[in-house]
């Protein structure tokens, strides 16, 4: 069955950075991309952007350019966030999901929660 | 940007009833228009995609429809599971896709 298991909680110090884990399982890894999703504390999602699994492109919406960098690591089927340069703004749950041509996220992670606090 | 505005942002209903959820884009998205359920503690579940089909699993009870700018989620007889928020989300036009603020249902 197809899972997503993401890395597990973060307590971080602002300016810290982070780096947030999701291993695909369950099927071919490079015929999905991964995309990443931010759900603040009782806020709905909000989309970061996606990862391309085979070119290894990804893209950025446009509130997450500059501190956020998703890659990959094909050979173990993992896809990573990393964010730089940690604010309290950044507190909240990391989701990944996966998609296929089209953008609707037919799979989620279980979420990783990041707190930044002093 | 395509704003998706979800009405209303709470509903109070009791187990049985029918239950519709309304969804609004700020531009026309087609059918590029999906569903997602959301109970406390756990990640967002794939409801509907292309507006109204089903998504692997999901009961028939859950149906969508609408195009362009309006869509509607209905759930014919609610269950206890179902008292959860419910988020709309388009993929037409990107970056960026975008979900909108979510209808919160509540047990009567």
């Known amino acids: 069955q197809v899972q997503l298991v993401q890395s597990g909680s973060e307590l971080k110090k602002p300016g810290a950075s982070v780096k947030v884990s999701c291993k695909a399982s369950g099927y071919t890894f490079t015929t999905y991309a991964i995309n990443w999703v931010r759900q603040a504390p009782g806020q709905g999602p909000e989309w970061m952007g996606w990862?391309?699994?085979?070119?290894?492109?990804?893209t950025y919406a446009q509130a997450f350019t500059g501190r956020f960098v998703f890659s990959l690591d094909t050979s173990v089927s993992t896809a990573y966030v990393q964010i730089t340069s940690l604010e309290a703004e950044d507190t909240a749950i990391y989701y990944c999901?996966?998609?296929?041509?089209?953008?609707?996220?037919?799979?989620w992670g279980q979420g990783t929660l990041v707190t930044v606090s002093s | 940007e395509v704003v998706m505005t979800q009405s209303p942002a709470t509903l109070s209903v009791s187990p049985g009833e029918r239950v519709t959820l309304s969804c609004r884009a700020s531009q026309s998205v087609r059918s590029n228009l999906a569903w997602y359920q959301q109970t406390p503690g756990q990640a967002p579940r794939l409801l509907i995609y292309?507006?109204?089909t089903r998504a692997t699993g999901i009961p028939a009870r859950f149906s969508g429809s609408g195009s362009g700018t309006e869509f509607t989620l209905t759930i014919s007889s609610l269950q206890s599971e179902d008292f959860a928020v419910y988020y709309c989300q388009q993929y037409s036009h990107w970056p960026p896709l975008t979900f909108g603020g979510g209808t919160k249902l509540e047990i009567k």
């Open positions: 292309a507006a109204s």
């Open positions: 990862i391309n699994t085979i070119s290894g492109n990804p």
């Open positions: 999901a996966r998609s296929s041509g089209e953008l609707f996220l037919d799979y």
